[in-house]
Structures are given as structure tokens and as C-alpha cells.
């Protein structure tokens, strides 16, 4: 079988109407897909207005607005409903892909099972961490069971890093877990995207240390755990300027946080890329990601990165070569491990080099064919059952 004789049902939770990393990579790996000969109908919720445009064929699913404070800009999938059925059953789907544990996927899955087709899901996200961050940490042991039956119905997972590989098997999530890693748009995010003017622009000095955040502004992503590190650094006396690069719901929040910070607002393409390499330092300390974009992305631009030591990054970070991996929740940690990166340029450089240069590593063609090749598996194994059960009765 070859992965032109594939036919892929997608389900995504958040396709193209809010631009995430998630759906990014969901985006090409269609691409990738359709480029092979692959047919692919990708199932989501649709906006009049969406971030960006859909790669493929993308049919509507129900959904409401995301029933979470400050998130109303999310849409939760209901289900499947009888015209998505339909579609389905036209399409005739002989695997199904699930990138979100919501309710069209556990629907999508149990169509599946029904007619006896094979699911791979993709973990994009650490779902059970969320409640933490909205006063409800005590959700976070059912979601993992929750979470846990979900993915057993599935025929394999894959994940975005080792690190995320081991915490799955580690909850008992799958036995059966494919390494799906990330890439990067080599031609937006390098170092040569520097641009001193633009620094300028923003009351930058041209020797200020500019400490980046990069992503959707929402508690989820530490920004407690930065804030409270900028607190610390500037006890501490250490030279440096705030550079956030994103919006969110939790923007005004953030920037009563980081008193003379400097807010740059939601940038993509090449407009991301050079705000990215002009920054300094890359400050991540979210634990939320499976892999994260953004600290490779930041990698690639040449900057050093201080990250949590969790899922994602901990695939990503050579400590002490490219970086400094700290214990989650730490924020004087992290700000004894930023400080040498605002008082040594030397270093800084040394590390942000090497960070480009590990970057490299990660090409989207030979990412992407790792999923085609589980899909051809999966199909190719039921195939094999179906015959073995026809030839017994």
C-alpha cells in the first residue's frame, strides 16, 4: 500500500479559524499529504472570518463558543450530526485521524469503530494541565482517566517529542506511541531577520537585552511564572527590557504585570520572523505544549532559550549548550538561569548559535512522512484482521 491509496477523515477541534501551532502543523501535514496523493477531508468547526485558509477540503462540524471564561474566541466541537455522517459515509474514509479528545472526536471515534475503520490520534496539547490555571486543579485527575480511555479506543498515538512519548506511557495512555516531531519555515525564522530599526522603532537601545514571550496570551502558557520572574530579575538588578510578541485574553492582565514592558501585538510570516530574531533572550515557561513551536522557532532565529524542563522543550533545549532547562514553577531558577544571558553577550551568542544550528534538524518533508507511514501500517493491520477473521468463519 502506498500513500496514495490513503483516504484520511481529519478531526480537528480548531483547523484554520484561530491560528495555533497545532493546527499549523495539522496544515501541513494535509499539505504534505495531498502533495503524496493522498485524499483528505478535514472535519472542524468553520467561521465566517477564520485566521488563515484551510489547506484541503474542510466541512463544518456543530460547535458552540468555548463555555470558558476568556476563551470565547474558541469554538467546542458538539459532535458529528447526520450531515457530517452523510459526508463521511460518501467519502469512505479507510483511516481516521483525531487531534482533539472533544466531543465530534470521542463521536468520530465510535463512528470508526462501527465501521470498522482504524483511528490514529495526535496529542497536540497537555489537556489535563488546563484546569490548574482556572482554579479547578482538582479536575486534573479525571481528565487524565478521561483522556486515558480515549486514546486506549484508539488503534496508536503519535506525539511531538520524546519527552511527551514518556509522560503518555507513563500514564498508561497508549503502548503504542509514534514520535510526529515538528518543523520550521527556515525561510522566516534565522537569525538574518534581525533588524536593528525595528528595535529602534520600539524604544529599543541597540545594546538592551530584549527577553522575548512569544505566543497567544492566555494563563495557560505561564504568564504568572514569567511575570513573577521579571519581578525577580529586576530585584536582582540584572539589565534587561520585556519584548512580547502575541495577544490574547489575557493581555491587559500581563501588561499590569510587566510594568514597562513593551507589547508588540500578534505578528505571522515574516513579520513574526524578524520581531523573533531581533529579540535577546527566548523566556518559555509554560509546561502546557507537547512539543512547542515557538522554542524551536525562537531556536532557529538564533536566540538562546530558558525554558520549563517538561514535556516539549526538554526534547528541544541542549542545557548548557543551546539554553537552560529549570524545574516548572521555579521563577527564581529561571531568573538565575537568564541572568548570564543579559550580563554575557558572548554567551548569549555562543548559545543562540548553536540553537540555529540544532534547528536545521527538523525538516517538515521527512516529519510528515513518518505519519503517512502509520497510517499505511494501521490500514494495511486491519486489512490483515479482516481476512484473518473472514478466512475463520
Known amino acids: 500500500m502506498e500513500t496514495s491509496d490513503l483516504r484520511i477523515a481529519l478531526f480537528s477541534g480548531n483547523y484554520n479559524y484561530t491560528r495555533d501551532g497545532a493546527n499549523q502543523a495539522l496544515n501541513r501535514l494535509v499539505g504534505s499529504l495531498l502533495d503524496e496523493g493522498a485524499a483528505v477531508r478535514v472535519y472542524s468547526p468553520v467561521v465566517p472570518e477564520p485566521d488563515f485558509e484551510p489547506t484541503g477540503d474542510l466541512v463544518g462540524v456543530p460547535n458552540i463558543p468555548m ?38 472526536g470521542h463521536a468520530a471515534l465510535r463512528w470508526a469503530q462501527e465501521h470498522d475503520v482504524p483511528v490514529l490520534a495526535s496529542v497536540h496539547t497537555r489537556f489535563e494541565t488546563y484546569p490548574r490555571y482556572y482554579n479547578m486543579a482538582f479536575l486534573e485527575p479525571l481528565l487524565v482517566r478521561l483522556l486515558r480511555r480515549f486514546y486506549n479506543r484508539c488503534d496508536a498515538l503519535v506525539a511531538p517529542s520524546q519527552s511527551m512519548i514518556d509522560e503518555l506511557l507513563a500514564m498508561e495512555m497508549h503502548d503504542d506511541i509514534g514520535l510526529w516531531s515538528r518543523g520550521v519555515d527556515r525561510a522566516v525564522f534565522t537569525s538574518k531577520r ?33 511575570a513573577e520572574t521579571i519581578v525577580q530579575l529586576r530585584k536582582r538588578q540584572v539589565p534587561h527590557r520585556v519584548l512580547v510578541i502575541g495577544d490574547g485574553p489575557a493581555r491587559g492582565w500581563f501588561e ?27 523566556f518559555n515557561p509554560s509546561v502546557t505544549e507537547t512539543f512547542g513551536n515557538v522554542t524551536l ?7 538562546p532559550v530558558v525554558a520549563a524542563g517538561a514535556t516539549g522543550a526538554s526534547s528541544l533545549v541542549v ?32 548559545h543562540g548559535t548553536a540553537g540555529e ?11 510528515n512522512q513518518v505519519v503517512a507511514d502509520i497510517y499505511v501500517r494501521l490500514v494495511e493491520e486491519r486489512r490483515a484482521l479482516q481476512r484473518r477473521e473472514a478466512e475463520a468463519a
Open 67 to 104: 463555555p470558558v471564561k476568556g476563551r470565547g474566541e474558541y469554538r467546542l466541537p458538539t459532535g458529528l450530526g447526520g450531515k457530517v455522517k452523510r459526508d463521511l459515509a460518501r467519502f469512505g474514509p479507510n483511516i481516521v485521524h483525531l487531534s482533539s479528545p472533544d466531543p465530534s
Open 194 to 226: 534581525r533588524n536593528l530599526e525595528w528595535r529602534r522603532s520600539l524604544g529599543l537601545a541597540d545594546d538592551d537585552v530584549a527577553i522575548v514571550f512569544l505566543g497567544r496570551l492566555v494563563m495557560e502558557k505561564g504568564l504568572d511564572i514569567f
Open 256 to 282: 499590569e504585570a510587566l510594568p514597562g514592558g513593551i507589547f508588540a501585538g500578534f505578528k505571522t510570516g515574516e513579520a513574526l520572523g524578524e520581531a523573533l530574531a531581533s529579540g535577546d533572550v527566548f
Open 297 to 303: 522557532e525562537a531556536m532557529a532565529s538564533g536566540l
Open 319 to 350: 542545557d548548557g549548550d543551546t539554553g537552560r532547562l529549570v524545574p516548572p514553577g521555579d521563577a527564581c531558577a529561571y531568573a538565575e538561569a537568564i541572568a548570564p544571558y543579559c550580563e554575557d553577550a558572548t554567551l548569549r551568542a555562543a
Open 357 to 367: 544550528a540544532r534547528a536545521r534538524e527538523y525538516s517538515w518533508d521527512a516529519i
